[in-house]
């Protein structure tokens, strides 16, 4: 954290020479921080089905930052870098280079320094050194030509005592007095160093974590929806009625939906696919070219499991023409493929209260809200889909429809819905 902090500092200076040390600390610690911006924000698009929209544009867009303003110190601290092995900062230009480039860069990365002083200043590793600024090209005497002997004590012309001089160590003539090493960090700065780095490594297990997750649950979905044999049916019983017995439950796991006898008629008949265990062979299979039509259906939340049909407001992103209707909210059941059920499992504390005029005046309260999707295909019932998503439309309806109770619940917002089912629709 040390070195980090002295390469944020140095933010903007080219001149001067950095040791090994301060190069590859510096990158560390940028590289640990931008892959913790980027892999949260990752980590919570994979887990999130599109929700959480607020969460992913604060962390995309700290990222973003973060790079920009951390451009400058990362280009500086390599051609710092650079010039303490003897080459000039514009030696970076080798990484515009396919291949060969970023490898040559990187062993002049890696060499150690120069001993000594050289073009771009003294050696990082060695005291501060003596006397004026010395040309690298001098002969082998650093600090000029050898001094004669002379007694430590003299006299000027006047007949003042003159300044003693300093011994330097062993070995060197007389010459001003060596200035002190520079202090190592003390332990307060390197307790503060260790905290930091084991916070570093907590945060990117969580969001390795996190990412893993994601990855482990999107690969699960996708075998779901390409494998149909994965789910086990039952054979529709014997009985009275179209479809007497036809159904199986789908939490036992032993048995699974049974076949209509006789095609949807209208919408209304596909909500049987989510409340019945019915699926209906009659309907298009969800197979071949994209897109898949679904249709979307909604508890009402009044209590009874009859559901409606989402309008087309939800799907506004993805276009409103007839073919968008058509694919995103059919009103003709033998053209759906997937069947969307969206239902409340669960409801928080209080949100706002949204105040409404009209017929008469009225205050509701809007409260927080989770709601489980699920989507089945309508001519197999397989389920390729199954989360619980929250509500994140937290701003008060233009109209609702207002119970006993007076109390609403924030839905699902068409944008998290659409993000949800673009991909079993549009793949």
């Known amino acids: 954290m040390h070195w980090y902090l002295v390469g944020l500092r140095k933010y903007a200076r080219f001149d001067g020479r950095a040791r090994r040390a301060e190069f590859w600390m510096f990158t560390l610690a940028d590289a640990a921080v931008g892959s913790i911006l980027f892999g949260g924000a990752l980590a919570i698009a994979l887990n999130s089905d599109g929700g959480y929209y607020a969460v992913r544009l604060a962390i995309g867009v700290g990222f973003a930052v973060y790079v920009l303003a951390t451009l400058l110190p990362s280009l500086a601290i390599r051609a710092r870098r650079l010039h303490d092995t003897g080459r000039s900062g514009w030696y970076i230009c080798w990484s515009l280079l396919p291949i060969a480039g970023p490898i040559i860069l990187l062993v002049a990365l890696c060499e150690e320094g120069t001993r000594g002083p050289n073009a771009y200043g003294p050696d990082p590793k060695s005291p501060p050194w003596p006397g004026p600024a010395v040309d690298p090209a001098a002969a082998a005497h650093p600090f000029g030509p050898p001094a004669t002997s002379s007694p430590p004590y003299a006299s000027s012309p006047e007949g003042q005592p003159v300044q003693p001089y300093a011994f330097l160590p062993s070995g060197q003539q007389f010459g001003p007095p060596v200035t002190a090493p520079a202090a190592p960090p003390t332990a307060k700065q390197g307790r503060a160093s ?8 907590l945060l990117l297990l969580v969001v390795c974590g996190g990412v893993v997750r994601g990855l482990v649950t999107r690969a699960s979905d996708t075998n779901a929806a390409a494998d149909p044999s994965a789910q086990i049916w039952s054979k529709p019983q014997t009985g009275s009625g179209p479809d007497a017995g036809a159904t199986g439950s789908r939490e036992s796991g032993s048995e699974g939906p049974g076949p209509s006898t006789y095609p949807a008629k209208t919408i209304g008949d596909l909500d049987r696919v989510c409340n019945d265990d019915i699926f209906y062979p009659q309907s298009p299979k969800r197979s071949g070219k994209a897109p898949h039509p679904v249709v979307v259906l909604v508890e009402t939340g009044d209590g009874s499991d009859i559901r409606v049909r989402n309008g087309s407001y939800f799907f506004e992103d993805e276009g409103l023409t007839e073919q968008d209707t058509a694919i995103w909210g059919s009103d003709d059941p033998s053209t759906v493929q997937l069947v969307a059920c969206l239902d409340r499992v ?3 504390t209080l949100l706002r209260k949204c105040e409404y005029g009209d017929p008469a005046p009225e205050t509701v309260s809007l ?3 989770d709601w ?3 989507i089945y295909e309508a001519a197999t019932g397989v389920k390729i889909h199954d989360k619980v998503m ?4 937290k701003k008060c ?3 609702v429809r207002v119970g006993p109770d007076r109390t609403i619940y924030a839905e699902v917002s068409g944008r998290s819905l659409t993000q949800a089912l673009r991909k079993y629709v549009k793949k």
């Open 194 to 201: 260790m905290i930091a780095a084991v916070a570093m490594s």
């Open 346 to 348: 669960s409801t928080g």
């Open 367 to 369: 409260m927080r809200a």
């Open 372 to 374: 489980q999707l699920r």
């Open 390 to 393: 929250t509500g994140d439309e």
């Open 397 to 399: 309806p233009y109209s």
